[in-house]
């Protein structure tokens, strides 16, 4: 009986396994970038292009909602041609990192693009796996 009571007290000791979403350094309370915005990239540990190029209303305040499993903040916005949303899910044994860059048009300039990557990079994330609207 004391050898059960022991495995439970050292099962309660270890760490969870669950988790964790950590808050970017640098993040944006806000944006006065609203409206009708395309999607314009994605990053995503895994190549995905759902969703990209699409329009959708720019704050979706559902999406939007950070809760105990979900962490979603914006860090980088220029106010005027682009603002990025950095969401972390909470999936169970390692967080799942995407974030979501909404524009106002399909096409940027290169300097705006290099702004963008910026943001990726001064957060951790590899750019190379950035998803990005293809206008044909």
């Not at 009571?5 to 669950?18: G, H, M, Q």
């Not at 939007?64 to 220029?78: A, E, M, Q």
Request: net charge positive; aromatic share 8%; hydrophobic share 35%.
């Amino acid at each position: 009986m004391t050898l059960n009571f022991a495995a439970v007290i050292i099962l309660l000791a270890l760490p969870s396994n669950e988790a964790i979403c950590r808050t970017p350094n640098k993040t944006i309370p806000s944006t006065k970038l609203k409206g009708n915005l395309v999607t314009y990239a994605v990053w995503y540990p895994v190549p995905i292009h759902l969703g990209v190029c699409q329009k959708s209303q720019y704050p979706d305040t559902i999406k939007r909602r950070s809760n105990r499993h979900r962490l979603s903040v914006i860090i980088g916005t220029d106010d005027k041609n682009y603002v990025v949303e950095y969401i972390c899910l909470d999936t169970g044994k390692y967080p799942r990192i995407e974030t979501v860059v909404y524009t106002k048009k399909q096409s940027l300039r290169h300097s705006v693009i290099k702004e963008i990557v910026k943001i990726h990079s001064a957060v951790g994330l590899d750019y190379s796996k950035m998803w990005y609207c293809q206008v044909e």
